[in-house]
């Protein structure tokens, strides 16, 4: 949408979720962009005028070439999360995201339904991070949100001393003197509907046994999922943490919680303790490590 010229781009989404469109119908739009020195978005208009592309392919490729000229439409009027969110469902890549996991489920596929369900709550969490720029941004752009995660992934990929921001897997066999893990919730760790929750415990581990020295762990009470704010609190995992190896000051109550409870505000109930890796790996009963 924002970047049509892209063939790259334009090769990612154009069969995906699976529109009928064969490797076949592909090459031919490359060949004709390569030919006249265009971009495969323009490219198609000649091979469907050339009637190179018949049949079923030509009307998968025409509803797709509609949706984009839709979504391109809607942006000059609507919020960029609204478009975003619709295009997921008009597109159908949601339902293919969702079916891969009931599919999976089906087969008792249980690692691998849990990584489909995690895709399907990547693009939720897309949506959400535009609504969240949308509110703090005067004049929001959906181009305007792709140069801030551009340069937030440049900064990142900067070199020296740094704050890394990593996932719990993306993190799997590295270590740091200090490390906090952000989100340690009911909802999260485990994930909602999770098919295997001693799976959860044993990523768990994996987040906990990362830190050398310190370790710091926070949660929220509540957080804003999805464009909707949820009651959440501190996951279950945490109680399996042994006695005097962790510092909690102030824990509430359930009872407490409910009184004393400040909308939006999160909450770091786990200040930094030292610990060694051999004491991280002592912190779980019952996870193995991976």
């Excluded at 781009?9 to 060949?31: H, S, Y």
């Excluded at 109680?239 to 009184?259: H, K, M, N, V």
Aim: charged share 30%.
């Amino acid at each position: 949408i924002i970047n049509p010229e892209s063939n790259i781009d334009f090769e990612r989404v154009v069969n995906t979720p699976p529109r009928g469109l064969g490797d076949k119908a592909v090459a031919k739009i490359r060949e004709r962009a390569r030919e006249r020195g265009v971009s495969m978005t323009r490219a198609v208009t000649a091979a469907l005028a050339e009637g190179v592309i018949t049949g079923k392919p030509k009307d998968s490729i025409q509803r797709f070439m509609l949706l984009l000229k839709h979504a391109h439409e809607d942006l000059q009027t609507r919020p960029a999360s609204v478009v975003a969110s619709n295009l997921l469902l008009a597109s159908g890549y949601k339902e293919f995201l969702e079916g891969r996991v009931e599919k999976l489920k089906g087969e008792r596929k249980h690692a691998e339904a849990e990584k489909a369900f995690r895709d399907v709550e990547h693009i939720e969490a897309v949506v959400a991070a535009i609504t969240a720029y949308e509110k703090r941004t005067s004049k929001p752009t959906l181009q305007g949100y792709l140069d801030e995660v551009a340069l937030i992934t440049a900064q990142d990929d900067a070199r020296g001393d740094k704050v890394l921001l990593s996932t719990i897997h993306g993190y799997k066999g590295l270590e740091a003197d200090a490390v906090w893990v952000i989100g340690f919730e009911d909802g999260i760790l485990p994930p909602r509907n999770t098919v295997d929750p001693s799976e959860e415990r044993r990523v768990a581990f994996v987040a906990c046994s990362r830190a050398r020295k310190y370790m710091t762990v926070t949660y929220a009470e509540e957080r804003m999922r999805y464009g909707k704010t949820e009651r959440t609190g501190s996951s279950p995992f945490l109680e399996s943490i042994q006695e005097g190896c962790f510092y909690w000051p102030g824990r509430l109550t359930d009872a407490a919680i409910s009184s004393q409870f400040q909308a939006s505000k999160e909450m770091s109930h786990l200040a930094p303790a030292p610990m060694s890796a051999d004491r991280a790996a002592m912190l779980w009963k019952t996870a193995q490590p991976l």
